[in-house]
């Protein structure tokens, strides 16, 4: 076949090729010819970050050069970027994050020209500092420019005059998505109907200053809200009468729900708004407590489920996971806490035989008894245990991503991934690529490690030690990546260290700390182990309900009720949550419910 | 419903309707021409890679058919590729080649997809010259230019 037919030389074909290629080997492939250059050479430059080292940046004249081939930019500052600024004209994403960088009105003057110059931006994203905020007439711009507009994300800024607002609600009069996360406003929107026909999906993340009721208004102004992500400031109660009379009726498309209660809702609250949803198909509860009422409203929408995430809500006790397994038919999505092997083993077969992503907190309390007590307890149990969970797995087809341990958590004994523990019964998720046993204690041989490279031929990750052994850990990692090409990945050892994560220290908040999903949480101490470990030999022995699920204290706490005013108090609980106490600037006509 | 195709050196296949649909571009012939017994010719594709192409749309005639994104996806995945695929991928350069032409000049996006990202499969992790090699590529840069290159690209390579 002669070259000039080869597909290598044709620019369509490469271009396609390089929509596959991570951002090394695009490098790469740009200095392999003249022909190559041309055409990865817009492929590598398409999402571009400028950021403070102007050590790390490109020369003035290289990035003038490919200004116009940028499609997706992050600007972490704005000066001395001029002639750069004016050649961009081909962004679809934009996002601005800083704070002082931003703080000069000429500044804002440069963005606004920016965004008038960009047609075609799809989303645009801001995270500031609590103490700038975009001036109206840059938020005017946006809708006014940009007919594209998909998205707008903004965290952490500051409005502090109506005309700002009104501007800002101009944007979501356009959107399709908005996302608001921790936002201040020092003064209350101005009462007046807007109307968000377009809008699909809305977050609400706290917004400091703006009262539960004003919030419930803007929910109802949206009739084609499809997913609400809603999370309220501690100790802010949710006005639930309002949220059930009047969002059902307002948003009857409303079929995806994500609730923050940050802990401090009354558990009432949030079964009540589930009780007044219709059908929903993926929800998600982060920081509730989920009691036996709570549950129970959930079971309301088993069957519409499509995505349920309980993850980091706290009180589930196994016995809920395993209903949610047995019971959610068209589950492709779920992420749960605390299941017991046992409860696996003596439950119905799982309904939701379609999971694509399973994320639970898989325990062996016999293994950890076994520990516990320092040899072979009942040790002929363990391995019938082990494959009958095995079994259960095997029968998820779909599966693309399996994690079974416990992610903020020291190692606790789990799922074993050993031959002779059924591993082999997993030949049947093809389609698994990523696989995480982070929080969980393995012992793994090359026997095993070979099974896994040989089998799951789509296995592209494995996170977490695969053995307590360091030595061996390491020989399997080496292993899985030069035979097979599957990476290990581990979180970092001194993490398990440190009482409180720390986020990377040093740098600016990235993109991910800003609006990555998870807040901060905590992690265990040694002590925190012992405590848990005891609770995990007691239920053995337990025969009332409600010991099992504790994942720490804090959680004991919230369920003695009386304990919990002093947990609060002691200042104990601020560790969970470390965002300074928020100043609530109150509303001139608050409507508190 | 019978569809017969013509390979470049003449040889005739005979497939399903709803099989050789998988081809916009043989979807749209057949629209066109309508309700017909004459045989699709098939100039570009040789009848080895027509047979290929025809062993994947036989097993893939039940996949519901893609959608075209309209969102540009940052960086899509490379390793989710199906066991059967990967195994029907397992040919020799120039069959891969072959394959990757016929299916953009088919239009069976799927196929493509495979091919494509088998290619990528390739490139990932090699140096340029290793590149170069593999698939026959003569460098053609000046040392200075090549030396403008690295520096235009410092920024992006992994530290």
């Known amino acids: 076949m002669a070259d000039h037919t080869s597909p290598m030389n044709m620019p369509e074909i490469l271009l396609y090729v390089a929509a596959f290629l991570a951002q090394q080997d695009l490098v790469t ?14 492929c590598l430059w398409k999402k571009f970050q400028v950021s403070d080292d102007t050590l790390l940046r490109p020369t003035p004249d290289i990035l003038c050069k490919h200004a116009p081939q940028i499609r997706n930019l992050t600007l972490r500052t704005i000066t001395d970027l001029d002639p750069f600024l004016e050649r961009l004209t081909n962004l679809q994403t934009l996002i601005i994050i800083g704070g002082n960088q931003f703080a000069k009105p000429e500044s804002w003057l440069q963005l606004t020209a920016l965004v008038q110059r960009n047609p075609r931006i799809e989303w645009i994203a801001l995270g500031m500092n609590r103490e700038i905020g975009p001036p109206a007439s840059f938020l005017r711009a946006i809708p006014a ?33 908005v996302w608001t996360r921790y936002e201040s406003f020092a003064v209350s929107p101005v009462v007046r109907t807007y109307h968000f026909p377009n809008l699909v999906e809305l977050a609400l993340k706290d917004p400091r200053g703006l009262s539960t009721s004003r919030q419930v208004d803007i929910i109802c102004m949206c009739p084609n809200l499809q997913l609400l992500k809603w999370a309220v400031g501690r100790d802010t109660p949710i006005p639930v009468q309002e949220f059930c009379e009047r969002v059902p009726q307002a948003c009857p498309k409303l079929k995806h729900f994500h609730m923050d209660g940050s802990a401090t809702l009354p558990r009432e609250s949030v079964g009540y708004v589930l009780d007044a949803l219709k059908d929903l198909e993926s929800l998600m509860l982060f920081g509730c407590a989920i009691g036996e009422s709570l549950f129970r409203s959930m079971t309301r929408h088993f069957l519409s489920l499509t995505s349920l995430d309980v993850m980091d809500s706290f009180q589930t006790k196994s016995s809920m996971a395993q209903r949610i397994l047995e019971n959610c038919p068209n589950l492709t999505h779920v992420s749960l806490a605390l299941l017991c092997m046992q409860d696996v083993v003596n439950g119905r077969p799982w309904q939701a035989t379609r999971l694509q992503h399973l994320q639970v907190d898989l325990v062996s309390l016999e293994g950890a008894c076994r520990m516990a007590a320092g040899g072979n307890k009942d040790s002929r149990m363990i391995p019938l245990q082990q494959m009958r969970v095995f079994e259960q797995l095997s029968k998820l087809p779909d599966l693309r991503h399996l994690a079974i341990g416990h992610l903020k958590t020291i190692r606790r004994p789990s799922l074993e991934f050993r031959v002779e523990h059924g591993l082999t019964l997993l030949k049947s998720l093809t389609r698994l690529t990523h696989l995480s046993l982070e929080g969980t204690v393995q012992d793994m041989t090359e026997e095993d490690a070979d099974w896994l490279g040989q089998n799951l031929r789509n296995l592209d990750t494995v996170e977490g030690r695969l053995c307590s052994t360091v030595a061996v850990h390491e020989a399997l990692r080496r292993r899985l990546l030069k035979e097979y090409r599957v990476e290990v990945l581990e979180r970092d050892y001194e993490m398990e260290e440190l009482s409180i994560p ?11 700390e800003l609006y990555g999903g998870k807040d901060e949480e905590e992690e265990y101490s040694d002590d ?4 848990v470990m005891e609770e995990q030999i007691e239920y053995e022995q337990a025969t009332e309900p409600g010991v099992l699920g504790y994942q720490n204290e804090y959680e004991y706490a919230v369920q ?14 601020q560790e969970f949550y470390p965002h300074p106490e928020p100043e609530i600037i109150e509303d001139s006509a608050a409507r508190q419910s | 419903m019978p569809v017969t195709l013509t390979s ?62 309209e969102t540009d996806d940052p960086r899509k995945r490379s390793n989710d590729i199906e066991e059967w695929d990967m195994k029907f991928m397992t040919v020799d350069q120039e069959m891969l080649f072959e394959i990757i032409l016929a299916a953009n000049y088919l239009d069976i996006k799927p196929l493509l997809d495979v091919g494509c990202k088998t290619v990528a499969n390739i490139i990932k992790g090699k140096t340029p010259e290793e590149i170069r090699k593999v698939f026959n590529i003569v460098n053609d840069f000046t040392p200075e230019e090549e030396a403008q290159i690295k520096k235009e690209n410092e920024w992006a390579e992994d530290r």
């Not at chain 1, 003695?560 to 200042?571: L, W, Y």
């Not at chain 2, 012939?29 to 994947?56: F, Q, R």
Request: glycine content about 4%.
């Open chain 1, 502 to 512: 720390s986020g990377r220290s040093g740098q600016d908040p990235s993109l991910e």
């Open chain 2, 8 to 69: 470049l050196d003449d040889v005739k296949f005979t497939v399903d309707k709803e099989v050789a649909e998988r081809s916009i571009l043989i979807k749209n012939m057949i629209e066109d021409v309508g309700e017909s017994d004459s045989p699709i010719p098939l100039p570009n594709v040789s009848s080895a890679v027509l047979k290929k192409v025809i062993e994947y749309c036989e097993h893939h005639r039940n996949d519901p058919v893609q959608v075209q994104d």
């Open chain 1, 145 to 177: 420019s940009c007919p594209n507009l998909r998205r707008y994300e903004s965290s952490l800024c500051l409005y502090e005059d109506p005309d700002q607002i009104d501007a800002l609600l101009g944007i979501f009069s356009r959107a399709k998505e």
């Open chain 1, 528 to 531: 925190d182990y012992e405590y």
């Open chain 1, 560 to 573: 003695e009720g009386e304990d919990s005013q002093e947990f609060q108090q002691s200042g104990e609980h």
């Open chain 1, 29 to 42: 492939c740009t200095s392999v010819s003249r022909q190559w250059y041309q055409a990865f050479t817009p």
